[in-house]
């Protein structure tokens, strides 16, 4: 959803409170864009098909775009399926249009196995999206951040507190996928991944308009 100048001047004006030092809903209650809107606005232009939510939270992001599931190994309330484990989903081949791994890939300690479980659900030329922090940042954010989901559940060995692109470039192509678009939101604090599971012959017949296929070169940091 497109913001107005005042939503602009306003979340601008709230930056300290929102980013730092606010839990989501205070940030609701108060007017400002809350991080996990900021993610949904980011990610949701880029779905489509069905969606499988990976990590999914409160599952607010499968609720708004109102045509599939989301899955987590915690329970946060909003009707996710809770599993096991990511790497094994009780999902059919090719059963989703897109996949998303929003704020999640770094908790996740067996993420090149999840990657695959996804490109194994995903249907050919289907969409992984990923929005992620660089260790940086995550480093001094989950130091700060102390309504965070992870300050309420024990951590595993294995997560980190974010990824630079260079380990989504190399993850994603391990686990079968062509990276299309990197694109950064939040005042380019934040990263959205776009890339997409080839066809049988190996091509990509992908079109968006937010996608140009001929400038494929990602950035690595
Ligand atoms: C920072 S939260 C992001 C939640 C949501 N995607 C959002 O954008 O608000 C990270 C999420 O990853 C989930 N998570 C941690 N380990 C996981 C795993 N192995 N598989 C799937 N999700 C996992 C946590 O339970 C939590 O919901």
Not at 14 to 21: A, C, E, Q, S
Not at 83 to 97: H, I, R, T, W
Not at 127 to 134: A, D, E, P, S, V
Request: net charge negative; charged share 25%; glycine share 8%.
């Amino acid at each position: 959803m497109k913001k107005s100048l005042g939503k602009h001047v306003w979340d601008a004006i709230g930056i300290p409170f929102r980013m730092v030092l606010f839990p989501d809903d205070w940030s609701s209650r108060l007017g400002f864009t809350s991080l996990e809107e900021e993610r949904i606005s980011a990610v949701l232009p880029h779905i489509h098909g069905k969606l499988l939510d990976i990590g999914a939270g409160r599952n607010t992001l499968v609720k708004r775009y109102a045509n599939g599931v989301g899955v987590d190994v915690h329970d946060w309330g909003g009707d996710v399926l809770v599993v096991k484990d990511s790497a094994n989903l009780p999902f059919s081949d090719e059963a989703f249009g897109t996949v998303t791994f929003v704020a999640c890939l770094n908790h996740i300690p067996n993420r090149i196995a999840v990657l695959k479980e996804a490109w194994r659900v995903l249907q050919p030329e289907g969409r992984l999206i990923i929005t992620m922090i660089n260790p940086v940042l995550g480093e001094i954010g989950h130091r700060i951040w102390w309504y965070g989901e992870d300050k309420k559940r024990d951590t595993e060995p294995g997560e980190v507190a974010g990824l630079w692109t260079r380990d989504i470039v190399r993850m994603c192509e391990q686990a079968g996928f062509k990276l299309v678009e990197h694109e950064r939101f939040l005042y380019s604090l934040n990263n959205l991944y776009l890339a997409v599971k080839p066809n049988e012959n190996g091509s990509l017949e992908f079109r968006s308009p937010h996608i140009s296929l001929s400038n494929q070169t990602v950035p690595t940091d």
